[in-house]
């Protein structure tokens, strides 16, 4: 099963509302995460499904299915 990968290169939290990265928002299992706001967003493997919902939010286009 695909799971989301975050590229920390391209992941920008200061250029999302607050902070809040806005994939983590829509994921409907909770496997984006981010400690704080302003910091990278990563993915919990053990929560993620693979429904790409989060690399479709993902403006800057920081996370993909692998």
Known sequence: MPQAIVD??????EKCEGGICLAKKTCPVKAIVQMEAHDP???????CRGCSLCVAKCP???IELE
Do not use: H, N, S, T
């Not at 920390?8 to 939290?13: G, H, K, L, R, S």
């Not at 967003?41 to 929560?47: E, F, L, T």
């Open 8 to 13: 920390p290169v391209q992941c920008d939290p």
């Open 60 to 62: 800057l286009r920081a």
């Open 41 to 47: 967003a990563i993915v919990d493997w053990a929560r």
